[in-house]
DNA sequence: TTTTTATTGTATTATTTTTATACAATAAAA
DNA sequence: TTTTATTGTATAAAAATAATACAATAAAAA
């Protein structure tokens, strides 16, 4: 049985997370920059425990990131080549950050473990994005939301994984209803239109949308939200 | 490195395969019996190599069962319970088949390896069912199709899987357009409608379903096919 | 106080898509 | 030649989607 920290995980098997989230009117995911030399993006991830169901395992890592409990995931994509590994990754952190110290990477237990071959699951998860505190880990220097149209080149297939799941949400996203989420529990309609428009990457006709979201008949129409601009105020919404 | 007779595999992760076919107006997939007492039912299924895509490895377990090289292959769900292990299947397996042998379980290497926690990526095959010879493999009694709405209990979560394989063929169908894989080059408007049928447990009104399809214009029209039934013949389809 | 500006909410019309219905064509047996 | 069961296509009706018009209004400017 393999072992990274003390932890009983399953060997050569990973969680990858996309986790949406919207804010000035612009979807974006959350990324870490790792704190080594070099440049290192990458996405929240982590490994399943062996006493653990998939589905958990990835809300424990995104707990750990977000702080958040209850977080919407779906499962939506392996990602499996054969030469799917952080060789590449690592050896470059390695000859960037520890090049005088002659790094053991041989009989490095850690290395050894990381550099393995991996099946990433991917997950997407849709937060309220004023609801997370991102957390860093030992190994961030930073964990920050970067617009999905303006991402960082990431380490391993990161880059891939973040495209597959925006194309799984703009499939998802009619019939799962689930770009709620993503919104604080009110919201105005214009904030579910620019969600729309940042996932399929087009406009939508104002009127036509605001018929089109009223008429799935999941929504409750609150008070007038007065923001001081001199137009007249939207109203609100929550979910039914 | 685990090994399962001399094989190279990954550790904890397999594939399994439900492999959907048309033949008699009905939607089959493909089931072996074990050659074992107490009639057992499995999905085809097996693992990946270390050196190997994930891909290549569902598309070597349905060549090894079915003598197609290529076949339409989709990845669809990962099933990943905590408690998903053989154990259960493997205890009852010995009980029924070696009970007087006094069966060595626990320093048995092939026990130990498959009674290990596994998650499974489940794909679904789409095959022209003519074409397939079912090959048995040393542990299977037969290879046989079974009419997707009459299933007999298999082992593990191999229900749960066929079930959520034809949900996701329900999303995909007119989306891939993909339901061509399950018929031969030629084939004639009523079978297309059969499937679908099939599909989504429901009828079609047969004149705008032809029109549905024909306006998709993927397909060409052939020969009319002559059946020797009183009434007028169907034309023959094939794709673009 | 009135006017102006930038929205928002709703209604209406136009267009497209989907569904229902009608009916002629036809292969082979009666 | 008639009958039967099915096929191919056309058309009408209904529903869904898209385009357009316009009144309502919040707050600043005149």
New binding site residues.
Partial sequence: MEVLNGKNYINQIAIDCVVFGYEDGQLKILISQLKYKGDFYALPNGFIFQEENTDAAAHRILQERTGLKDIYLEEFKVFGKADRNNKAFLDKLIELNYADTAFEQTHNPMYEWLSKRFISIGYYALVNIKAVEPQLTEIDKSLEWYNIHELPPMIMDGNEIAQAALKTLQRDIDEKLNVFNLLPEKF???EVQDIYESVFERAF????F???I??LNVLERLE?K??????????LYKLK
């Fill in positions: 105005t309609m214009k006709v104002r009127t036509n605001q018929k089109k009223l008429d007038k007065f923001t001081g601009a001199k137009n007249k105020a939207p109203y």
